[in-house]
């Protein structure tokens, strides 16, 4: 019924810019939070940059100043611009988003499948 669909990862030389985007489509009826996650082997997924309906935004230590999230609430479409990347921001990037489901009373997470950016010269 829902699904998150990403796009924008690739291999990227040290202190280059990528920008993911992720698009939310299906039987949605409100948007509270989207965001990034990313994950490498070995390690729990952790948060990058989050954004809530409101415009508030949230980003994890290691990508302040680097990363940009932003979102296009009538496209139900975020946004992270990637800048200054590091060998160490390699790993698969999830899309996520707490949302309600039509004729639904209850937010829920989702997740997209993931795209891979990858540091490396």
């Known amino acids: 019924q829902v699904q998150l669909v990403e796009s924008g990862g690739g291999l990227v030389q040290p202190g280059g810019s990528l920008r993911l985007s992720c698009r939310a489509s299906g039987s949605i009826f409100s948007i509270n939070a989207m965001g990034w996650y990313r994950q490498v082997p070995g390690k729990q997924r952790e948060l990058v940059a989050a954004t809530t309906s409101g415009g508030s935004t949230n980003y994890a230590d290691s990508v302040k100043g680097r990363f940009t999230i932003s979102r296009d609430n009538a496209k139900n479409t975020v946004y992270l611009q990637m800048d200054s990347l590091k060998p160490e921001d390699t790993a698969v990037y999830y899309c996520?988003?707490?949302?309600?489901?039509?004729?639904?009373?209850?937010?829920?997470?989702?997740w997209g499948q993931g795209t891979q950016v990858t540091v490396s010269s």
């Open positions: 996520n988003a707490v949302l309600r489901v039509l004729g639904t009373y209850h937010a829920h997470d989702y």
